[in-house]
């Protein structure tokens, strides 16, 4: 068909998101048109990544229809690029021998990410379904504890033994590679399998053939344990630039390896969490927030937003029980936004740049006392700035410099408050083991507004002698 060779996207000259929008609008416009053969056709130059977002874009009818246009190998690709509740909804979609191909031949640590998100009676029959090895790879990686090395790894690599030439390596490698995750790090075990070094592909390359691997390989061996925590093996694998990192168990034998793109996948979702934690409690619970109902969307907010309601009444308690104050001082009234505003404001800041340096490790060699501390002493120096041109300012527009002296005092306490307060707080959550993300920067405004309030008329109080 001539038409067809119009959809063709021009793939030269377009960015990433042009592309993946120019490709999702012609799908969608050659399957409303019913033209199979023209949608399948638009397909065969894209990448995998930039089909899944394609997909993604387009209506949830729709989502089935394309996946069956790709070829089988293809198609296992795509799917593990495809967002949770897209892939659950093929899963339900597709026919059962479909769903059997791709899942069997998903990677496991991907599979079982996937099983993680999917009903407990859909993990159970696809369970089934499985072949007998990869059944066993992903029923090992369940086995282990959520957001752990143990759980996000794949069993998939290569190992080799200390007693092996260089030539019978490679032989090996050649053997493997089509079953393993990477083949640029090779580990080399003992005869219980435990990890005693690593060589990499580079160095079996340049060594000679007839060389054993335990005189050229490296004994000093970077891993992880099957209980590390994911974040701490992002972090790992970042500071030492890996491709990859072998994961052991409690008895030091190699089970498995995280690989850089599963780090890649780990950061972007703790960093999800954290922004939304830092947003006022919007979570997302691994589902993608724009594609979700209006009703969910309020739904998940409202819980943090009737928490702070409920605690800024507390503001408008103290306010009115200084009634008495502000009927001989009405001005006072008139500088209360400045000051909450300013406090939460800094606040946010000190909470935010703890938070931050928790997450990236930077402030490991600072204990908390001295993380608060520092911050203790900028929000001086903040409160004596911002308070000297509160002072000037309060006097230029009231030309009363007992209020305009209250003004100031005040902003410097609330600034070393709200500092430590700031900082302080995300130490605490993190002790309670609780995410230090949830003290977010709505949460502080609200405590450092009751706080700011309280200390603003005590020190009016005692400036004007009232």
Do not use: C
Request: glycine residues 6%; aromatic residues 6%.
């Amino acid at each position: 068909m001539t038409e067809d060779n119009n959809f063709n996207p021009p793939l030269q000259n377009v960015s990433h998101r042009e592309l993946r929008d120019l490709v999702r609008t012609q799908l969608q416009m050659l399957l409303e048109a019913g033209d199979l053969q023209g949608a399948k056709s638009i397909l065969v130059p894209v990448q995998a990544a930039d089909i899944a977002e394609a997909i993604e874009g387009l209506p949830e009818a729709m989502h089935a229809l394309v996946f069956r246009l790709l070829p089988k190998a293809e198609a296992i690709e795509v799917y593990e690029y495809l967002d949770y509740s897209v892939q659950e909804h093929l899963i339900a979609e597709l026919k059962s021998q479909d769903v059997r191909d791709i899942v069997d031949k998903m990677s496991p640590d991907d599979r079982a990410r996937l099983f993680d998100e999917l009903p407990a009676k859909v993990v159970n029959r696809l369970l089934e379904q499985l072949s007998p090895a990869e059944r066993q790879a992903t029923a090992q990686l369940l086995g282990y504890e959520a957001n752990t090395a143990g759980r996000i790894m794949t069993p998939e690599l290569i190992y080799l033994k200390e007693n092996f030439t260089v030539s019978q390596a490679l032989d090996r490698i050649r053997t493997l590679a089509n079953i393993s995750e990477i083949i640029y790090y090779l580990y080399v075990t003992d005869s219980a399998r435990r990890l005693t070094g690593i060589v990499s592909l580079r160095e079996l390359v340049l060594s000679q053939p007839e060389q054993m691997i335990g005189d050229i390989m490296t004994r000093e061996v970077v891993f992880v344990n099957t209980d590390t925590d994911q974040e701490e093996v992002a972090r790992l694998i970042q500071r030492y630039d890996f491709l990859a990192v072998p994961v052991v168990d409690r008895e030091q034998r190699l089970v498995g390896i995280v690989t850089v793109d599963d780090v890649i996948d780990i950061l972007q979702r703790e960093n999800t969490e954290d922004i939304y934690a830092l947003g006022g409690g919007v979570q997302s619970d691994g589902d993608n927030y724009f594609q979700m109902s209006l009703l969910q969307v309020a739904r998940k907010r409202v819980v943090w937003l009737f928490v702070l309601l409920i605690t800024n009444t507390f503001t408008g308690i103290i306010i009115k029980s200084q009634e008495d104050l502000l009927k001989q001082v009405v001005i006072l009234t008139a500088f209360i936004p400045l000051l909450t505003g300013t406090g939460g404001n800094v606040g946010a800041q000190s909470s935010t740049v703890v938070i931050r340096g928790m997450s990236t490790d930077e402030i490991r060699a600072l204990g908390p006392l001295q993380v608060i501390g520092r911050e203790a002493i900028a929000g001086m120096f903040l409160g004596v700035m911002l308070g000297s041109i509160a002072t000037i300012w309060a006097f230029f527009l009231q030309g009363n410099l007992e209020v305009a002296i209250t003004v100031g005092s005040s902003l410097v306490a609330i600034s070393i408050i709200a500092s430590v307060s700031g900082s302080a707080l995300p130490f605490l959550f993190r002790a309670l083991r609780l995410d230090p993300a949830l003290m977010s920067a709505p949460f502080i405004t609200t405590a450092v507004d009751v706080l700011g309030v309280l200390i603003y008329f005590n020190l009016a109080r005692f400036i004007l002698r009232l």
